[in-house]
């Protein structure tokens, strides 16, 4: 009987507009299941890649070129030309002067092949002692005589064998001092020459030079 009455009073309600869409239930009936609902999961970063460092760019070594450049000096006539004759054995093949003219200062580099054993003994009687080398370049200078002449001790040998030595020579009146270096790098051999008025600091040092000059005749 009671079933009955709430079902009429039921009917009558919705009948008059009082139900909403609210969801009803009916007694003697279960409530709907709820399905919970997943909580979102937050959408994965994308992972920033870390950028690569980049490493410095290496300073540039200077080359006999650029150090005498930056020194101040300016390319010249070569001392001794390409075919020169050292003695009765060696042919100068790669020479090249430069000028320091607001110091009355000189650099000559001069490169000579060494083919057989004969040019390399001859040489290397050169490095022993200087001989038609100093004779060929004071020559080459305009000068009168060899004073002084003395060891000229390097910081650092140069190529497989090298030689320093140092002396004066009379350059039209003046005093002048040529510090000469020799040296032998694999089949080659070669001679710096650094020329200045006598008692005045070199601005480059003739050892230095034949380092640079070594360098460029390993990276040939």
Same mark, same amino acid.
């Given at each position: 009987m009671k079933r009955t009455i709430f079902?009429?009073?039921?009917?009558?309600?919705?009948?008059? @507009?009082?139900?909403t869409d609210t969801e009803v239930v009916v007694e003697g009936t279960e409530p709907p299941e709820v399905v919970p609902t997943d909580t979102p999961v937050p959408p994965t970063a994308t992972p920033v890649p870390t950028p690569t460092?980049?490493?410095p760019t290496p300073t540039p070594i200077?080359?006999?070129n650029t150090t005498l450049v930056e020194a101040g000096f300016a390319p010249a006539t070569p001392l001794l030309p390409v075919g020169f004759m050292i003695g009765?054995?060696?042919?100068?093949?790669?020479?090249?002067?430069?000028?320091?003219?607001?110091?009355?200062?000189?650099?000559?580099?001069i490169v000579f092949p060494l083919p057989t054993q004969v040019e390399v003994a001859g040489f290397t009687?050169?490095?022993?002692?200087?001989?038609?080398?100093?004779?060929?370049?004071?020559?080459a200078l305009q000068g009168a005589g060899i004073d002084a002449k003395v060891d000229l001790p390097g910081a650092v040998p140069? @190529?497989?064998?090298?030689k320093g030595v140092t002396f004066t020579t009379n350059i039209g009146g003046a005093v002048m001092r040529v510090d000469v270096v020799l040296f032998m790098e694999g089949t080659n051999g070669a001679i710096v020459v650094v020329v200045r008025p006598d008692g005045a600091t070199p601005t480059v040092d003739a050892w230095t030079i034949a380092q640079k000059l070594d360098e460029r005749i390993k990276g040939q």
């Open positions: 079902i009429i009073l039921l009917m009558a309600a919705l009948l008059a @507009g009082c139900v460092p980049i490493p200077p080359d006999l009765d054995l060696l042919t100068v093949t790669d020479s090249a002067s430069y000028n320091k003219s607001d110091v009355n200062e000189f650099v000559h580099t009687l050169e490095l022993a002692d200087p001989n038609y080398t100093l004779l060929a370049i004071v020559a140069v @190529g497989a064998m090298s």
